[in-house]
T-cell receptor, first 110, second 114 residues
Framework: RKEVEQDPGPFNVPEGATVAFNCTYS??????FFWYRQDCRKEPKLLMS???SGNEDGRFTAQLNRASQYISLLIRDSKLSDSATYLC???????????FGAGTRLAVHP | GAGVSQTPSNKVTEKGKYVELRCDPI?????LYWYRQSLGQGPEFLIY????????DSGLPNDRFFAVRPEGSVSTLKIQRTERGDSAVYLC????????????FGSGTRLTVV
């Protein structure tokens, strides 16, 4: 079983749609959680950190459920520019290496 | 420089050859990481440096892979006797502190072994 699992997609949605991505992780001792965005043939870039209380950044909302070992990302009012791969990322406790999921591809169309 | 610089951006090599990939981190960042990303996959951890020392090399796939950071700044990832399965994008990241925050990735080196 992979340490971080994501639905690979692709999610094809029209502009203005709301879309949600889910991710599960296997290491219950994981201590930090992130969503990264990666454009085609580019490096990953931090989208947002994920906190137990949930956090929001504009149209993006991230949630963490430690009991279920589940992380989510909600994108409201999708824009064409949101088209990218979204990587769920976990920092296992006691380590300094990020563990990446395989990513979920989002395609927003007009 | 302002960001993490990786050279070369692309490298094509023949099976069995030796390659070196270079990473120049953000000035002052003591933590440096190498990752490898295969097509359709997320980045996979290879090695982590804190200063000059390799603090965690558990992700290096075998003894053909080696990395150094002799002065605590620039790092070189070295691959001996390359195999076609080594073809991937090799990403370097640096951060000011440990703990997963403040990572900045370079644009990567796309290695193709033919």
């Amino acid at each position: 079983r992979k340490e971080v699992e994501q639905d690979p997609g692709p999610f094809n949605v029209p502009e203005g749609a709301t879309v949600a991505f889910n991710c599960t992780y296997s290491n219950s001792a994981s201590q930090s959680f992130f969503w990264y965005r990666q454009d085609c043939r580019k490096e990953p870039k931090l989208l947002m950190s994920v906190y137990s209380s949930g956090n929001e950044d504009g149209r993006f909302t991230a949630q963490l459920n430690r009991a279920s070992q589940y992380i989510s990302l909600l994108i409201r009012d999708s824009k064409l520019s949101d088209s990218a791969t979204y990587l769920c990322v976990v920092l296992p406790g006691g380590y300094n290496k990020l563990i990446f999921g395989a990513g979920t591809r989002l395609a927003v169309h007009p | 420089g302002a960001g993490v610089s990786q050279t070369p951006s692309n490298k094509v090599t023949e099976k069995g050859k030796y390659v070196e990939l270079r990473c120049d981190p953000i000035s002052g960042h003591t933590a440096l990481y190498w990752y490898r990303q295969s097509l359709g996959q997320g980045p996979e951890f290879l090695i982590y440096f804190q200063g000059t020392g390799a603090a965690d090399d558990s992700g290096l796939p075998n003894d053909r892979f080696f990395a150094v950071r002799p002065e605590g700044s620039v790092s070189t990832l070295k691959i001996q006797r390359t195999e076609r399965g080594d073809s991937a994008v090799y990403l370097c990241a640096s951060s000011l502190t440990e703990g997963g925050y403040g990572y900045t990735f370079g644009s990567g080196t796309r290695l193709t072994v033919v």
